[in-house]
Structures are given as C-alpha cells and as structure tokens.
C-alpha cells in the first residue's frame, strides 16, 4: 500500500470516528427531512384566541421544510370555522396534517374529512363523535371553576376575564404574556357549544393528540378519554391549555411526527 493511500485510509477512519458513516454521504444531510417535502401543515386555533397563537410553532415546522398555514376562524360557528378551514386546505398542493387547538377539535373533526387531509392532531382538543357537540361531551360534569369568568355580550359572544386568562388559560406563561393573551382573545359564539359534527374525520383518519396534563381548562381525564375514544397516538405535556405558547418545541414536535407518518 503506498503511502498517499495510506494516509487517505487513515483520514477516513478518524473522520469515521468522529461521525456516523451515514453523515459522510452528502444525500444523507437531507435525508431526515426527505419524508416531510410537499407536504402542508394548517393551524386552527380555538376559542378565546386567533391564529397568532401558533406564532411559536410556525417557525419550528417551517425549519423543517413543512409549509405552514394558519387559519383566522370567525368562532361564530362550527359550519363557518370549518369552510374557513376547508379553503386553506383547497389552496394547499400536498398533504395536509391538520391540527386544532381546543374549540378547534370540532372544527378539524368536520373538515378533515377533505381527501387532502392525511393525518388529524389535537392539541388539548375537544374530539366529538358523529353527531355531538361540545355541550354533549361536557353533559354532567361539573362546571369549572373559570365558568363564572365568561363574560357575554350582547349579541352572545363569550370572552374570559384576564384573571381567568391568567389563572387557568395560560397559568404556565410569564403574567404579561397571559396578559397579552386576554387582550387579544377573540370573543367566542355561545351557541358553538351546541353545534354537532356531522361526520367525524378522526373515524378514518390517523390521529395524534397532545394531552395537556395542567389544563383547567379541558381537564387531564377529560382529554385522557378522549384521546382514548378516538384511537389517538398521545403525546403527554406537563402545561396548561396552551401548551403551544408555553411548550412549543414539544407541540411542534408532534406535529412532525404526524406529518412524517402521514401518507
């Protein structure tokens, strides 16, 4: 073996120390992002909130290659917020991986139905089934203790009170970020809350849900079931009711698993 050989060898075995094999190989650098091209993620936010809510997901997707849309939902009812949604989906060209925030989990249950939708993720989400509204899935259970918070105009929209922000929205956030959350809140209709899903998308689509274990809003237990009730992959977070604003790295890593698993 000459020696301009030799040390070529000998290079190669200490890089090779260094790093996997597979990162020599310049495809390998893109690989791990391969399965994500071309594909779309939409954003639906929930009550009380807007699409800057996701304003910490989008760039962590977006870093990934996804194409990330958010929807501005008019939160007047469940037949709006789901058009609303279904022409975001339309203008997207891929698959679609479709997430909902709380209220939004009715929202994406009626519009993932669309054919571009390949996977559902629920973000401390309500889930309904065929037929069922909210005020269904909450019948018989205590009032929480933030009920006595909302606040009703009067053409019937809902807000919650800072200090219900602050105390059981957004507990896990900075005060002045929870602040700035019930300053920008978007008044929800009451009678989302009886508005049913026709068909639930969940029925046939995979789906994914982010279990908020310190939500006051949507109790643990109450998404637990849920979760259960739709065959859901969980992802379990130690946060309140917004965990994409509080752990948003975690959210966002979810909704990548979701997209890589989506076909």
């Known amino acids: 073996?000459?020696?301009?050989?030799?040390?070529?060898?000998?290079?190669?075995?200490?890089?090779?120390?260094?790093?996997?094999?597979?990162?020599?190989?310049?495809?390998?650098?893109?690989?791990?992002?391969?399965?994500?091209k071309g594909?779309?993620?939409?954003?639906?936010?929930?009550?009380?909130?807007?699409?800057?809510?996701?304003?910490?997901?989008?760039?962590?997707?977006?870093?990934?290659?996804?194409h990330v849309v958010a929807v501005q939902n008019s939160l007047r009812s469940l037949d709006d917020d789901a058009a609303a949604t279904h022409r975001v989906i339309e203008q997207q060209t891929g698959p679609v991986i479709l997430v909902?925030?709380?209220?939004?989990?009715?929202?994406?249950?009626?519009?993932?139905?669309?054919?571009?939708v390949k996977a559902l993720v629920y973000v401390a989400a309500f889930a309904p089934d065929n037929g069922q509204s909210i005020d269904d899935i909450l019948k018989g259970k205590p009032a929480p203790s933030w009920a006595a918070e909302l606040q009703k105009d009067s053409a019937g929209y809902l807000t919650l009170s800072t200090?219900?922000?602050?105390?059981?929205?957004?507990?896990?956030?900075?005060p002045a970020q929870a602040r700035i959350v019930a300053a920008t809140q978007g008044p929800w209709f009451a009678g989302c809350m009886d508005d049913k899903v026709a068909t639930a998308a969940w029925h046939t689509k995979p789906s994914w849900y982010v279990l908020?274990?310190?939500?006051?809003?949507?109790?643990?237990?109450?998404?637990?079931?849920?979760?259960?009730?739709?065959?859901?992959?969980?992802?379990?977070?130690?946060?309140?009711?917004?965990?994409?604003?509080?752990?948003?790295t975690e959210v966002a890593a979810a909704i990548i698993?979701?997209?890589?698993?989506?076909?």
């Open 212 to 248: 908020t274990e310190k939500d006051r809003m949507i109790p643990a237990p109450l998404q637990t079931a849920m979760a259960q009730e739709i065959g859901a992959t969980v992802v379990k977070l130690n946060a309140s009711h917004v965990a994409m604003l509080s752990q948003p």
């Open 163 to 174: 200090d219900a922000i602050v105390k059981d929205f957004a507990q896990d956030l900075p």
């Open 39 to 66: 594909k779309s993620v939409v954003l639906v936010h929930g009550a009380f909130a807007d699409g800057s809510s996701w304003n910490k997901v989008i760039p962590l997707l977006e870093a990934k290659g996804l």
């Open 100 to 116: 909902g925030h709380s209220w939004a989990g009715a929202v994406i249950s009626q519009a993932g139905n669309d054919d571009k």
């Open 1 to 36: 073996m000459n020696t301009l050989l030799k040390k070529c060898l000998a290079a190669a075995l200490m890089l090779g120390g260094l790093l996997p094999l597979a990162a020599l190989t310049p495809a390998s650098a893109a690989a791990p992002n391969d399965d994500l």
């Open 257 to 263: 698993t979701a997209a890589r698993a989506a076909k």
